[in-house]
Structures are given as structure tokens and as C-alpha cells.
């Protein structure tokens, strides 16, 4: 099982990005996918989800209203849009993937950084 979380870069405020993360060894259709993020001096934190074959998704209060996790099932990858950027969006975003209750496998996280 391998993760490659790509799409990150540097924005200005008020912009867009899609980060994606590519998944081999198994099939995203399906599968307990999440999305986090670890700013500078911070603890990683949980953004989204999505779960189950009936793509139950799942976000923090916190981005609710500018964040969208889905799947690509053609290609393989859970795909994190984000929109209306903020400086305070600066961060790694990392994938992963949950095992039962644990997110046991992990992308090698992608940067992004956002501009006032």
C-alpha cells in the first residue's frame, strides 16, 4: 500500500487548489480515506474524510463550508478541493488511508502556502 499525495503549492489568498492522493496497492472504491494537515508548530490535524462504498464524507467545523473530499475512482486517488485559501491554510496536507479505527497508511504530504 503506497500513498502519493501531490498538487500542493504556493498561492495567494482567496485562490484554489486541488490536492490529490494517488493510491496503489488497493482500490480508493470503497476504502476509509481522510485528509489532515500539519501547520508550522502545530499538531497534525483531521480536515475530512470519506467512508464506506457510500461515500459517507466527513470534515472538521473548521472547513466545512470551503473544503470538498471525493474520489476518482478512474484514477485512483481521493482528491481534497479547497477553496477561498487563507493564509492559515499554510500547511503539509497529508493522506491517509483507515484500517478500522486507526489511519494505518500515509502519504509523504504535500506543501502548501498561501499568501496575504
Known amino acids: 500500500v503506497q500513498l502519493q499525495a501531490s498538487g500542493g503549492g504556493m498561492v495567494q489568498a482567496g485562490g484554489s487548489l486541488r490536492l490529490s492522493c494517488a493510491a496503489s496497492?488497493?482500490?480508493?472504491?470503497?476504502?476509509?480515506m481522510g485528509w489532515f494537515r500539519r501547520a508550522p508548530g502545530k499538531e497534525r490535524v483531521f480536515l475530512a474524510s470519506i467512508v464506506g462504498n457510500g461515500g459517507r464524507t466527513i470534515y472538521a467545523d473548521s472547513v466545512k463550508d470551503r473544503f470538498s473530499i471525493f474520489r476518482d475512482n478512474a484514477k485512483n486517488t481521493v482528491d481534497l478541493q479547497i477553496d477561498n485559501l487563507k493564509p492559515e491554510d499554510t500547511a503539509t496536507y497529508y493522506c491517509?488511508?483507515?484500517?478500522?479505527?486507526?489511519?494505518?497508511?500515509w502519504g509523504q504530504g504535500t506543501q502548501v502556502t498561501v499568501s496575504s
Open positions: 496497492g488497493f482500490t480508493v472504491d470503497g476504502a476509509d
Open positions: 491517509a488511508r483507515r484500517i478500522g479505527s486507526m489511519y494505518s497508511y
